[in-house]
T-cell receptor
């Protein structure tokens, strides 16, 4: 099976702009989670989607939003970018209610805000 | 709230040696999973090993094994016969299973260097 894919891999934006990141989960996985990784804060949970519904949300401002489509692909959007949004954004896909709950990560999108 | 603590920011060993990375966590829940992930310089997060809290038997994956002490809330990773390719950041992570929702809580990581 193909792994989790994320596009784009690299992005450079300026303050005030918005950005959309995309994630395609492993085939058959219906859960998609997003994490932000920075040197200062480490890995932090953003949100999780399952069957197009947001099941869980981390402690991030409303500028961070996401959605999931019927094919389980997910997008996250960050509006009004700030310098502090520069980070590696990781997407993970997983399965539910199987006793084998695990999250598998994509390669990440590196976002630089200037 | 669940927390995960990795007390060793950096470790360095010689190739072929055995190394143990420490992890402790805090939770009042009983049903959860624990993971070790590896992040090499490419930044790709790779699953190393997984442990269900309800299983007393420690998980093993080839050269990787864990020592899971549920009462002590400790989850250490042992790497045997270490190889240069094991050089990476290692993250311990906790996942609570609550009404189906999944969320990983990560430790701050341990930077492991394997020297030739």
């Amino acid at each position: 099976k193909a792994g989790v894919t994320q596009t784009p891999r690299y992005l450079i934006k300026t303050r005030g702009q918005q950005v959309t990141l995309s994630c395609s989960p492993i085939s058959g996985h219906r859960s998609v989670s997003w994490y932000q990784q920075t040197p200062g804060q480490g890995l932090q949970f953003l949100f999780e989607y399952f069957s197009e519904t947001q099941r869980n949300k981390g402690n991030f401002p409303g500028r961070f939003s996401g959605r999931q489509f019927s094919n389980s692909r997910s997008e996250m959007n960050v509006s009004t970018l700030e310098l502090g949004d520069s980070a590696l954004y990781l997407c993970a896909s997983g399965v539910y209610w199987t006793g084998e709950e695990t999250q598998y990560f994509g390669p990440g999108t590196r976002l630089l805000v200037l | 709230a669940q927390t995960v603590t990795q007390s060793q920011p950096e470790m360095s060993v010689q190739e072929a040696e055995t190394v143990t990375l420490s992890c402790t966590y805090d939770t009042s829940e009983n049903n959860y999973y624990l993971f070790w992930y590896k992040q090499p310089p490419s930044r790709q997060m790779i699953l190393v090993i997984r442990q269900e809290a309800y299983k007393q038997q420690n998980a093993t994956e080839n050269r990787f094994s864990v020592n899971f002490q549920k009462a002590a809330k400790s989850f250490s990773l042992k790497i045997s016969d270490s190889q240069l390719g094991d050089t990476a950041m290692y993250f311990c992570a906790f996942m609570l299973i609550s009404q189906g929702a999944q969320k990983l809580v990560f430790g701050q990581g341990t930077r492991l260097t394997i020297n030739p």
